[in-house]
């Protein structure tokens, strides 16, 4: 018999095989007691607040209502705006594929003041700059004002670097960690009484998909995990991209803390679905909030190498628990949250939710979590079988962009 | 003048005669040794090297004609890409390339091979679109930001840079020069850069704190002196602070600034990306230079794109209330309608796929 196997095809598989040895030693058994809460899933056709606001509030409403959650706390708030704001799909504005809506962003911020929430935080870690998260937007041809006046109190900060803080906050991984045990982390998301994830219902690259959770592996800072981070300790500004947590190839300022262990695979598609976990686990999401109202398939940005397509799923999902929120936004995807290494879309990568499941922070379980509002079936809009027929075409060529 | 172009052919010894001569660099997105990865600028954005701040600076220094002479990068082979490019980015600003080829299309031009003969045409052509829109440069450029300095001396490392800096930061600026300074030297800025090592004399000194009570910003070094106004806090970049004078901000940095890229960038935010003259989607590296014509009802945008492949599905936000706007490219000479969309005061442009150059038409 002839080898059907390129050299590509075999190193991947090999490495999917060493993964899954290790995945077999390294996950814990604590599935059967992970959590499970109300997640609201409604259709929601467009971002005019006049049709985006009440969504919001019944699905809030639906969840136990947000003042129980914000009244008189400090909020912080993770939004998505993952890569250059120069840099589109094809001529579509960002926040119509890859970017979270600022209109999700000012309705989220609007109805946390309403509620009595005493400052809110939105904070992103813009893709290799310490400018202000305000000037950043601006580039994106966003207007902040639309945000910062959305509620009383409402401030940005960018959390690529130390920001305002006096020190990273030291935060620590309660269940010891896949990779690592803590983070330093920019001072906001210790400064606050509720977290919060806004994130953009898409597929990733590295780790299939990217919701409520993977939206966290932006909370670490470059200046301390970036390309560019200092040896000893992080440097003033952050430069470049993530390339460290992803390949490992170095470790990050040796002021904070560590890999557990130096010897653990080095691919992406094992360790960024591990440091999502131990993100989510060193900073609790309390709230997770999923736009896909407006979003892109083919990955998480326009830099990504398959087919892109800006699409209209019309739906939004929102729960108190990232693995309930993200399993039911998966299904909503058309895919199987239970699915592993070698199904779609974990082809190439661990689950970021059965290994989150496995630590105990949610179920992903959809015959466990109670789905409030619009049904799965309803809301449905299948990524999974544009997967599907994408991948059975050949990859289109570069464009210059960026 | 050579045949169907506007080449003229002069003693290179000469070209100074008539105009000013000055050497410029080889542009483009600069590669490094290997060749497959552009070097990068401080935050990773990939470095361009560019002859259109010298052009501009060079022609606010001495009137008539302004000649670039840039080969080449060591005699290497350029792709007629970077041609085009190098003679763009001469050509946009108001100078003229020197042109001068590198060995290899030399040879070929002269032994009739297809391939240099095209690349050759297409300079020629290029030469003849600029000749036919020298107009656009001579327009008044459209800025936020004035850099006030004498370009020269020990101010000349600082000065120039934040010229080409600020290119690539893509902010649009105007070059003042401190030592004639008139009455109108700042109007329609929104800020000014003095980073200068000498204090600046007490008549530059008055007419910048009167531009700053009126509405405008005075970006400085402690070199500035005591300003009057008071302390407001921190800018929004670290290491500055800020006073408030009259209608306007006074932003100090903590230190005399001694890398003017740094500086270059922070004061792009200091201004605020809200008040860009241009934005550029899915164009890579590129500079902008918008000109008003005398009317004011018309304008120019003239585009760079310094990869070698053009932008694809790259889109422009051009201030200002235009109503109409067209695109020529060298390929494409004669103006053709483009999508363009009303964002307040703002106009968003949707280029069709082009190569390294696009000029955009616009009529109010």
Known sequence: MSCQYSRRQWLSKAAAAASGAYLARGIPGRAAEAPASRVAVARCRTYSPNELLPVMEKMFDQLGGLGRLVNGKTVAVKINLTGSPTYRVGYLPLEDTHYTHPQVIAAAAHLMGKAGARRIRILESPWSTADPVQEYILRANWEPRDILGAAPNVEFENTNFLGSGRKYSRMKVPHGGYVWPAFDLNHSYEDCDVFVSIAKMKEHATAGITLSMKNCFGITPCTVYGTGAGEAEPTLIPKGGRGLIHSGYRGPSKSAPQELDPKSPREDTWRVPRTVVDLISARPVHLAIIDGIKTMTGGEGPWIREEQLGVAPGVLVAGTNPVNTDAVAMAVMGFDPLAVRGTPPFERCDSTLQLAEAVGIGTRDLKRIEVAGTPIAEAKFDFAAIRRKRRAAPPPPYGTRG | ?364
């Open chain 2, 1 to 364: 003048m050579l045949r169907d172009t506007a080449i003229e052919v002069i003693d290179p010894a000469a070209a100074g005669s008539g105009g000013t001569l000055v050497k410029g660099v080889w542009p483009g997105v600069r590669m490094s040794r290997r060749g497959a990865d552009a070097d990068a600028g401080p935050t990773g954005v990939a470095w361009v090297d560019s002859n259109a701040w010298l052009a501009r600076l060079t022609a606010a220094r001495h009137p008539g004609a302004v000649w670039i002479d840039a080969p080449p990068e060591g005699n290497r082979p350029g792709t007629p890409q970077q041609y085009l490019i190098t003679m763009a980015d001469s050509a946009a600003a108001g100078a003229r390339w020197l042109i001068t080829l590198d060995n290899a299309l030399a040879v070929g031009i002269a032994g009739r091979d297809p391939k240099s003969l095209a690349a050759w045409r297409r300079i020629g052509e290029a030469s003849r679109f600029f000749a036919e829109h020298a107009g656009w440069a001579e327009w008044a450029p459209q800025a936020v930001v004035g850099v006030i300095s004498d370009f020269a001396g020990t101010n000349e490392f600082m000065g120039q840079e934040l010229l080409n800096l600020l290119d690539r930061a893509g902010q649009h600026y105007r070059i003042v020069f401190k030592n004639r300074m008139t009455a109108d030297a700042l109007t329609g800025l929104r800020a000014v850069l003095y980073a200068d090592q000498d204090p600046p004399s007490a008549a530059l000194r008055k007419q910048v704190l009167a531009f700053v009570e009126s509405g405008g910003r005075l970006i400085t070094a402690p070199v500035w002196g005591e300003t009057p106004g008071k302390l407001s806090g921190p800018a929004a970049v670290p290491g500055y602070t800020e006073r408030a004078l009259g209608k306007g901000r006074v932003t100090m940095a903590a230190a005399a600034p001694d890398d003017p890229y740094v500086l270059a960038n922070d004061s792009v935010v200091l201004v605020s990306h809200r008040y860009d003259l241009v934005r550029c989607w899915n164009s890579g590296a590129f500079w902008s230079y918008y000109t008003l014509a005398p009317d004011r009802a018309r304008a120019a945008v003239q585009l760079l794109f310094y990869a070698d492949r053009g932008p694809d599905a790259a889109s422009v936000r051009v201030v200002g209330r235009w109503r109409k706007a067209t695109i020529s490219t060298i390929e494409e000479p004669a103006p053709m309608p483009v999508k363009l969309e009303t964002q307040g005061e703002a106009v968003e442009i949707y280029l069709p796929q082009v190569s390294q150059y696009a000029a955009l038409q616009l009529e109010g």
